[in-house]
């Protein structure tokens, strides 16, 4: 590529997020409200749909990590929902831990959870700023 040449950015592709287990891993993210779009035991993957997108959540199975956070922060994926305090309501039933209450954000509200190896997933509204969500 020449130093006039650029390139687009086209979209996201996959989001990755290492596990320990797929099944476990699979078995959680259902539990919090993905849909699984398909999974490849054999390849340690699977793919989570978010809403109608085609990228989604790629669990990608790493043996290594066991059932243990990674030794590194992680970083925060946020999927937007229509209101994240009934999200919020429907993950604790659910039997999934709150990071935290869910909590108010420039753009309406938030509230996150942590898988069993310390994926960090978020998901949040934008009531306060309907404008710049998907639903307005």
């Given at each position: 590529?020449s130093?006039?040449?650029?390139?687009?950015?086209?979209g996201?592709?996959?989001?990755?997020?290492?596990?320990?287990?797929?099944?476990?891993?699979?078995?959680?993210?259902?539990?919090?409200?993905?849909?699984?779009?398909?999974?490849?035991?054999?390849?340690?993957?699977a793919?989570?749909?978010?809403?109608?997108?085609?990228?989604?959540?790629?669990?990608?199975?790493?043996?290594?990590?066991?059932?243990?956070?990674?030794?590194?922060?992680?970083?925060?994926?946020?999927?937007?929902?229509?209101?994240?305090?009934?999200?919020?309501?429907?993950?604790?039933?659910?039997?999934?831990?709150?990071?935290?209450a869910?909590?108010?954000?420039?753009?309406g509200?938030?509230?996150?959870?942590?898988?069993?190896?310390?994926?960090?997933?978020?998901?949040?509204?934008?009531s306060?700023?309907?404008?710049l969500g998907?639903?307005?």
């Amino acid at each position: 590529m020449s130093d006039d040449e650029s390139y687009e950015l086209l979209g996201f592709d996959n989001v990755l997020l290492p596990v320990g287990d797929l099944g476990e891993a699979v078995g959680f993210y259902e539990r919090a409200g993905f849909t699984t779009g398909f999974r490849i035991d054999e390849a340690g993957i699977a793919l989570l749909r978010v809403g109608g997108e085609t990228p989604g959540l790629l669990l990608r199975e790493e043996e290594e990590f066991g059932h243990r956070p990674p030794p590194w922060p992680s970083p925060r994926v946020w999927v937007e929902v229509p209101d994240a305090r009934v999200a919020a309501d429907s993950l604790a039933a659910a039997g999934i831990p709150l990071l935290d209450a869910p909590s108010p954000v420039v753009t309406g509200w938030t509230v996150e959870i942590a898988d069993p190896w310390g994926n960090v997933v978020g998901f949040t509204d934008y009531s306060k700023r309907p404008e710049l969500g998907r639903i307005s």
